[in-house]
């Protein structure tokens, strides 16, 4: 098994080219260079220009690039994708998708750009129209890569109040969940506004991780080490899995389909569990390293 870790995910808006220098330093998995929500709409072509220059820079490292452009239905849309097509980004998100025929016009659009084949496009779920439709999104294409919760826009929508529990958005954020996982997805929970409130971020992580996100998007790096802890592995998580897979060995060996580690029982599917375990455990150290 081969992952990226996508445990942090850094928002950086395109017209602030200081934050996209320091991003260059910071220990986050991913960025998000954003054309869209953080950019003033008399920014957006300056924003435009320094993302391409940015990345024409480089200096990443292994951070995965992401490009969140404007919708294709706003004046900059198609200059955003002509622009970013062949820019080295890893990706390049598409905001406020209600529907499978927007994601194989988002596809269309790079194509004929000029965009690599294989570069993947991901989408935002922020809109109750687009949750509603979240399956047959999620399954539109093969070249969607992941699926992005954008829970301000959402709540917006909803009229749903930003509470601890975050109680308005389970649905979305739990149909989305399916959604990603019965097509191959990766998916990235939304935003915690609140950046003095470092116990609710760190619920929120939680939640989040045990509601099956990959990762948390970011709107401030000093939420990088929670989002990085949160949503990785941890060491008592990986002695665990090692016994399982040793355990499960054992079994086989013996010709038992069945094991007891710690007075669980443990099947095939706990052993592919730890694998992935282990295997995220390993990419983590890579990036880190």
């Known amino acids: ?4 870790p996508r445990r942090s995910v850094l928002y950086l808006p395109g017209s602030n080219p200081r934050a996209m220098e320091k991003a260059r330093t910071l220990p986050t998995d991913c960025l998000i260079l954003d054309m869209e929500d953080a950019v003033a709409p008399d920014a957006k072509e300056s924003a435009r220009r320094q993302i391409g220059e940015s990345l024409s820079r480089g200096g990443y490292g292994e951070r995965e690039i992401l490009v969140r452009v404007n919708s294709l239905s ?10 970013m097509a062949r820019s080295g ?15 194989r016009a988002a596809v269309t659009a790079l194509d004929k750009a000029g965009a690599p084949p294989d570069l993947p496009i991901w989408i935002m779920a922020e809109t109750p129209r687009g949750i509603l439709r979240i399956e047959a999104i999620a399954g539109a294409s093969p070249r969607l890569g992941g699926i992005i919760m954008g829970t301000s826009d959402l709540g917006k929508e909803l009229r749903a109040r930003h509470t601890p529990d975050r109680i308005g958005f389970i649905t ?15 998916i990235l929970d939304g935003v915690h506004l609140e950046l003095n409130d470092e116990a609710g971020f760190r619920a929120a992580c939680n939640q989040g991780r045990d509601l099956g996100f990959d990762g948390k998007t970011l709107i401030h790096p000093r939420q990088l080490a929670v989002a990085n802890e949160i949503f990785a592995p941890t060491e008592a998580d990986v002695h665990e899995a090692r016994t399982i897979i040793a ?8 010709g038992k389909g069945v094991t007891v580690v710690n007075g669980k029982l443990v ?16 990419a983590i150290e ?4």
């Open 1 to 4: 098994m081969k992952f990226r």
């Open 74 to 83: 706003t004046p900059w849309g198609a200059d955003d994708v002509a622009a």
């Open 89 to 103: 980004a890893d990706g390049i998100v598409f905001p406020k998708i209600e529907s499978p025929e927007e994601v």
């Open 172 to 186: 979305a954020l739990s149909l989305s969940v399916m959604a990603a996982r019965a097509h191959g997805l990766e």
């Open 247 to 254: 355990a499960w060995e054992q079994a086989r060996q013996e």
């Open 267 to 282: 099947e095939n599917l706990h052993v592919e569990q730890a694998h992935r375990t282990l295997a995220m455990a390993e």
């Open 286 to 289: 890579a990036v880190t390293a």
